[in-house]
Each structure stands twice: as structure tokens, then as C-alpha cells.
């Protein structure tokens, strides 16, 4: 089966997917050219968007007003507001769907189509010297999603990357995403949770420690072309996130 996959099904799916992108990213360019409106990059000019991952962190929004901003969460974060209905809403293409949140929790949910393709055709548009670093983590679909919609700063709580140790060397790799078996993995002494809710799990580590804090330096050099500025607003000073930081949103 190994074999199968390895030399079968992976490279078919490779070339379905750079196929997708082709022909999804191709209408989305001449969609571009038609409307004025989203060539001129000015959608959202002037707003601020408050990102929230499912760190602990996350439940920090509580000290801040958010009057003037519009609020973005993904996957499990959105359990953090309680009644609050977010602005936008945006889960990973292999989330849990019994995990899904109710419609009544977001005004809009953003696919997979607008925060890949169009992100792609976007900087391909304007002409940026670089691809957006879309599908490696859910940070990096929805923070590339959010420069195309021209938010003048992006604050971000949830997104510390601060893995627990223990956590990483039970988790190893592993592609586990039901609740109840990553609480039978993650059994013992001092592994408890990074998330403030439920089982979350070191999967962006997969793309290796170094690696990931390069990434994170990418995205906030790639956010200048959007006119951009990626603000983290948690009081955790301890994980991989190496973001400007900032105590208040402005």
C-alpha cells in the first residue's frame, strides 16, 4: 500500500493539484481584470483585522476593544467568542466536520477557492516577485487570504507556536486529528494542551523548526508588497512566532 501511495496516488494527486491551480487561478486572474474594484486593492483599505488561532492566547481578545476591527478565526478558535459572531470564519480542508461551527457563529466562511486560488492569482495580478506560501499551515492560508483585502494592519493572538515539549516528542509526525485518540497519546505527566481548547497537536513542526521561523520572516517580508503590517498582540514571549508585537490594537 505504502508503494501505491508513494508511487501511484501521490503524483496523481500532485498533478490534479497544480492542475486546480492552473485553471481555478486562471479565472480568478480574468475576474481580476474585470472588476475594478478588486484591482485597486482597496477593499478593506484602512480596516484592521484581529486573526485568532486556537493558542492559548487566543482568549486574550477579551482585552481589547473591537469595535473597529474586523475579527478573523480558524479552525477551533472560534469556540474562544462565546456569543461574539465573528467577521470571518476559515478551517482547514481536513477539519473535522462534526466540528464545523454553526452558520450563526461567522458572517462569511471563506473556501478554499479564496484563500488559495485567489491569493495566488492575486499576487500573480500584481506582480509580485514571489508565491504567496499558501497550503503548509492554516496561519499562512488565512493571513495570505487577508493581504489580498487590504487590511492596513493584521494583529494576530493564537498563533505562538509554542509546543509544548513533551507534546513533540509523543507526537512525532503523526497525522492524528480525532479528540479522543490524541487524549490517549498525550496521556501522561505534563503534556497537557497548547490550545485553549480541546487536543491540539505540533503539526506545523512537520515543516521543521528553522524552516517554519523562515517561513514566518517570508510572510512578514511578503506583507510589505501588500501594504501590510503583521502585529502580534498575545503576552506570550515563548514560542516560534517572530512577529512585531504590541500590548494594544492602535
Known sequence: MLLIKKHLYNPLRDIIKK?????????????LKRYSELRSHVYNKGKYLLLVGSGKSALEYKKH?????????VNNSIKAFDDLIVDYY???TDFPKFEVPNKNSYKKKISKYSYRYHTLAF????????????????????LNWAFTKGY?????????HDYNPNRVKKWDGKYVTDSNKLEKIFDGKDEEPDTFYGQGTPDPLRLG??????????????SRFYGCEIINLSSNKNGLANFKRAEKID
Request: glycine content about 4%; some cysteine.
Open 65 to 73: 476593544s473591537l469595535k473597529n476591527i474586523d475579527v478573523m478565526a
Open 123 to 142: 499576487a500573480k495580478y500584481h506582480k509580485f516577485p514571489f508565491r504567496p506560501l499558501v497550503g503548509k499551515t492554516i496561519f499562512l492560508d488565512s
Open 90 to 92: 476559515l478551517c482547514a
Open 152 to 160: 492596513r494592519k493584521i494583529y494576530l493572538l493564537g498563533f505562538d
Open 19 to 31: 492542475l486546480k491551480e492552473h485553471l481555478f487561478g486562471l479565472n480568478t486572474f480574468f475576474k
Open 209 to 222: 523548526k528553522e524552516n517554519l521561523q523562515n517561513i514566518f520572516s517570508l510572510v512578514q517580508a511578503h
